[in-house]
């Protein structure tokens, strides 16, 4: 007991977070789920997906819809399996899951982003678009983007000599961005769930709807094998996951039909759509003006807000709100001042370009531009810190238990689960270090080529190294830390353009180079998910070295089959003809910025907003930390400076509340295993829903638009 009593106090063990970090507790066995049942179906969902996908995006703006979609595809490989008296177990329908994600998320890039078959059809838009003809952008757009012959663009033919620059550069994002992502995030993942043990909430929703589907086969097989060995109750009281998981596929049917089904088939026979519940919020900001100045005020009417906020920490949750109030507090602050005789009495005119009338979208807008887009650098800096110190100070401590206690070393040391796949930290670094190094030495020679007599642009050269080496593993860090206490990201906006346009250079190329500039935070919680499946890391890694050519080739092959039977954006491509040209015109704005002459960003950027960030998160962390409040309290609390977006904070808190105060109190901590299958199974639902919509929508306006 002497010995005991010396020991140096460890770190303070969060409730919460320690309830949720035993939600589900990985297995003690891996198992790898690249089989080959996995790679023919991973070959089917790349052959069905990817024309799908942009054929969607162009019509209805959502080639996948959503993350929905992979629970369909792989509700639907199950049932095919089964059709052939094959089951599939957890490692391979997680690894199914895993690809049917990775691809739709792959093809199906926003405009803009220059990235596989969208990013093609896009480039050949937006050169010749009415909007960045007339801000000067157009004709310096270089030829590894799009070809400058109008009559080649004209042709809509993808596969001549003149686009092989642009599809050199479009393969090389989609494989070393992918190769990139997977690696930093895995490193992200060792750091935070193996040494900080995080708990990362949103892991076990993926998790626990892969084991009710896994469990539900291995469940109709024992019922077939002996009657006698059933149960009393009927040999399925194991299997909870799946009834449960259907009761949330059920709910989400029904509020998806009302939600997106009713809006969806009636747009697509009427000249306008029938809503009972308005998509994808009610917007207040214009009739609350008067009263709350330069606050944004919205609230979504969505059933799944509230499931997912009894699916996040409830301290988080209450730390989101609280921070919806900092905002409606100090926005009007911001806008009005205080009057001298108050504290701190400020004439106010921070948030100046604000009017009455701005509706939400144009309201955060204005308020990122005046005085939160420097604030958040310095929230995020604060956040990063008190990462970084975080695992200073458990390094510290570990060392000093090592050395007080060297027997029992053992048991204190960051446990690696064996079998799981994993592999050095020291091939992490250099495998990242070598991508990063590859990032600069290509985009420094695309940048050449546009004008050699300028030489190497040594300016970008150094962004482009404050990104690979600073940025990106600081912001993806802390969307990482993030991820793993509250199941959020933190995004600082308008750091590419700030930093592109104080380099000082001159012209548009800049801004279509494939930058070192990303955030990986979310990876972390694949892997956990991953982790807690029994699944084996290797699956993914040899699933992506399998279907990135395969998704590379299938997605031009597409993308020029769906170019050839029309220009595009055309007629017959709804989304594409009403909202490109708005994104064209967006974007020119931002690359115009380095044609010379003033913009918004260059007034954005403001040391004094950075530095008072990092002071204000500073001293809230360690306020909170001195009075012990919750580890999730706190980062809601944190990230609610940063302005607060209501419309998904409202419902998120009212489901926080519903699921604390009377269904955990009916259930106990049966309830924290319940939700998170309920929520996956509701997003099955409302993806079926989804799915089968957008397929009407389709066959509606392919059927009307016949002559006869």
């Known amino acids: 007991m002497s010995k005991q009593s010396n020991n140096p106090p460890g770190p303070r063990v969060d409730r919460e977070l320690e309830e949720f970090r035993s939600l589900l507790e990985p297995p003690s066995t891996f198992e790898d789920g690249f089989s080959w049942a996995t790679f023919l179906g991973a070959i089917f969902v790349a052959l069905l997906m990817v024309p799908g996908s942009i054929y969607m995006t162009l019509i209805a703006g959502t080639g996948s819809v959503g993350p929905a979609a992979q629970w369909v595809t792989v509700i639907l490989f199950i049932e095919v399996a089964r059709r052939a008296n094959k089951t599939l177990r957890k490692a391979q329908i997680f690894t199914l899951f895993y690809v049917s994600s990775a691809i739709m998320v792959t093809v199906s890039q926003l405009e803009g982003n220059f990235h596989g078959g969208m ?65 930093l995030g895995y490193g992200l993942f060792r750091l935070t769930s193996d040494l900080e043990r995080l708990p990362f909430p949103m892991a076990p ?60 088939v009636t747009g697509a026979l009427l000249d306008e759509p029938i809503t009972i519940l308005p998509v994808p919020f009610i917007d207040y900001t214009a009739e609350t003006a008067d009263l709350l100045s330069a606050v944004p005020i919205a609230i979504a009417l969505d059933l799944g807000q509230v499931i997912l906020g009894m699916v996040l920490p409830f301290w988080a949750m209450v730390g989101s709100f609280l921070g919806l109030i900092i905002t409606v507090v100090a926005n009007p602050i911001l806008y009005n001042g205080l009057p001298e005789w108050m504290p701190f009495a400020f004439q106010g005119d921070i948030l100046s370009t604000w009017n009455a009338g701005d509706a939400m979208q144009e309201t955060f807008y204005k308020n990122q531009i005046d005085f939160y887009f420097s604030f958040s650098i310095g929230i995020a800096m604060a956040i990063a810190m008190v990462g970084f110190w975080s695992v200073a100070r458990g ?83 802390v969307s990482a830390r993030l991820e793993g206490i509250a199941g959020e990201v933190v995004n600082i906006p308008f750091v590419r353009e700030a930093t592109l346009i104080l380099s000082g250079y001159q012209g548009v190329a800049v801004w279509f180079l494939p930058m070192p500039f990303h955030n990986y935070g979310s990876v972390t919680v694949l892997y956990r998910s991953c982790e807690l499946t029994g699944t084996k890391f290797w699956s993914m890694w040899k699933s992506e070295l399998l279907l990135t050519p395969i998704v590379l080739v299938g997605s031009l092959a597409f993308a020029h089959f769906i170019w050839q039977m029309g220009p595009i954006p055309g007629p017959q491509y709804l989304y594409a003809q009403e909202w490109w040209e708005v994104s064209a015109a967006n974007q020119a704005i931002v690359h115009s910025s380095t044609l010379g002459g003033f913009t918004p960003f260059e007034q954005a950027l403001t040391w004094q907003y950075i530095v008072a960030g990092g002071v204000i998160g500073s001293i809230t962390f360690a306020a909170f930390s001195w009075i012990g409040a919750p580890i999730f309290l706190v980062y809601g609390v944190v990230r609610g400076l940063n302005q607060t977006l209501p419309f998904a904070v409202i419902p998120q808190f009212i489901g926080a509340l519903i699921g604390r105060y009377y269904f955990q109190r009916k259930l106990g901590l049966m309830w924290r295993q319940y939700i998170p299958v309920v929520f996956a199974g509701f997003t099955c639902g409302m993806g079926l829903v989804g799915t089968l919509g957008i397929g009407f929508t389709f066959l509606a306006q392919a059927v009307f638009q016949l002559p006869f």
């Not at 589907?213 to 299997?239: C, F, K, M, W, Y």
């Not at 670094?429 to 020679?445: D, K, M, R």
Request: charged share 20%; net charge negative; glycine share 8%.
């Open 205 to 264: 929703v993926q998790a626990q709807g892969i084991i009710a589907l896994s469990e539900e086969q291995e469940e109709e097989i024992a019922s077939h094998v002996s009657a006698s060995d059933e149960p009393e109750d009927g040999g399925r009281t194991g299997n909870w996951r799946w009834r449960v998981f259907s009761v949330g596929a059920m709910l989400g049917l029904v509020f998806g039909l009302v939600y997106l089904g009713l809006p969806t």
């Open 119 to 183: 990013g093609a059809l896009w480039a050949q838009f937006y050169r010749t678009s009415d909007a960045a003809t007339a801000a000067g952008v157009a004709e310096q757009i270089p030829n590894w983007v799009a070809p400058r012959d109008p009559g080649v663009l004209d042709s809509r033919y993808l596969f001549r000599w003149e686009w092989l620059p642009a599809l050199g550069l479009i393969a090389f994002n989609m494989i070393v961005g992918r190769l990139d992502n997977m690696v």
């Open 395 to 477: 390094l510290i401590q570990y060392r000093r238990r090592k050395r007080e206690h060297a027997d029992s070393l053992e048991a204190m040391t960051p446990t690696v689960p064996e079998g799981r796949g994993d592999i050095p930290p020291a091939l992490i670094v250099g495998i990242y270090l070598t991508i990063a190094c590859l990032y600069i030495t290509v985009s420094s020679w695309l940048l050449y080529t546009v004008d050699p007599e300028k030489g190497i642009h040594w300016n970008v050269v150094g962004v482009m190294c404050f990104y690979a080496f600073l940025y990106t593993p600081l912001v993806s860090y």
